[in-house]
T-cell receptor, first 117, second 115 residues
Framework: AQKITQTQPGMFVQEKEAVTLDCTYDTSDQSYGLFWYKQPSSGEMIFLIYQGSYDEQNATEGRYSLNFQKARKSANLVISASQLGDSAMYFCAMREGWSVGGFKTIFGAGTRLFVKA | DTAVSQTPKYLVTQMGNDKSIKCEQNLGHDTMYWYKQDSKKFLKIMFSYNNKELIINETVPNRFSPKSPDKAHLNLHINSLELGDSAVYFC??????????????FGAGTRLSVL
């Protein structure tokens, strides 16, 4: 069964607008972490943002924020004021607590974001 | 200074050969990882070491053997390369294995092409 689901294979957004990339996850554990990574066309993987399952506030890092809805098991990434350099592949990932998933981080299939000038 | 560096960046080789990919991190992290990214961009964990001890060993062929001589290094040796091994291999490191310390920092990737 898919543990991380990213339903949008590709997304377009106009420069300077905000965009939401969807991510839903599946776990029976109470303790887990959620991550977003960016992979530009150059190929490197860049960490963007982290949300712990017990964190009460939604995580924010500059123009990135994570819309964490625990009951719905969703962890959407919001990018505000999109820039051309945001065009990339975005991966949602989850690390379950030791009791369930061990130490593995599971990645979603990714969403390719295109920012239009 | 590059935090997680892996070499080589590109590796083109013939089927049946043996090759190694090296990885070094200068972040002082305790945990290191190898991932494989296939042609559809799907990223999957292969191995992980914490303080030089193997903690994740996914179902990969035993032609793949990781080696961690110290906390800062995790190398990947591949024997008898096959066409299906063609992929991008990423090394990563994290502070530790606790959730909040599990933010992983990746190397630039090694694109392996087996002909």
């Amino acid at each position: 069964a898919q543990k991380i689901t990213q339903t949008q294979p590709g997304m377009f957004v106009q420069e300077k607008e905000a965009v939401t990339l969807d991510c839903t996850y599946d776990t029976s554990d109470q303790s887990y972490g959620l991550f977003w990574y960016k992979q530009p066309s150059s190929g490197e993987m860049i960490f963007l943002i982290y949300q712990g399952s017990y964190d009460e506030q939604n995580a924010t890092e500059g123009r990135y924020s994570l819309n964490f809805q625990k009951a719905r098991k969703s962890a959407n990434l919001v990018i505000s004021a999109s820039q051309l350099g945001d065009s990339a592949m975005y991966f949602c990932a989850m690390r379950e607590g030791w009791s369930v998933g061990g130490f593995k981080t599971i990645f979603g299939a990714g969403t390719r974001l295109f920012v239009k000038a | 200074d590059t935090a997680v560096s892996q070499t080589p960046k590109y590796l083109v080789t013939q089927m049946g050969n043996d090759k190694s990919i090296k990885c070094e991190q200068n972040l002082g992290h305790d945990t290191m990882y190898w991932y494989k990214q296939d042609s559809k961009k799907f990223l999957k964990i292969m191995f992980s070491y914490n303080n030089k001890e193997l903690i994740i060993n996914e179902t990969v062929p035993n032609r793949f053997s990781p080696k961690s001589p110290d906390k800062a290094h995790l190398n990947l040796h591949i024997n008898s390369l096959e066409l299906g091994d063609s992929a991008v291999y990423f090394c990563a490191s994290s502070q530790g294995v606790a959730l909040a310390k599990n933010i992983q920092y990746f190397g630039a990737g090694t694109r392996l092409s087996v002909l």
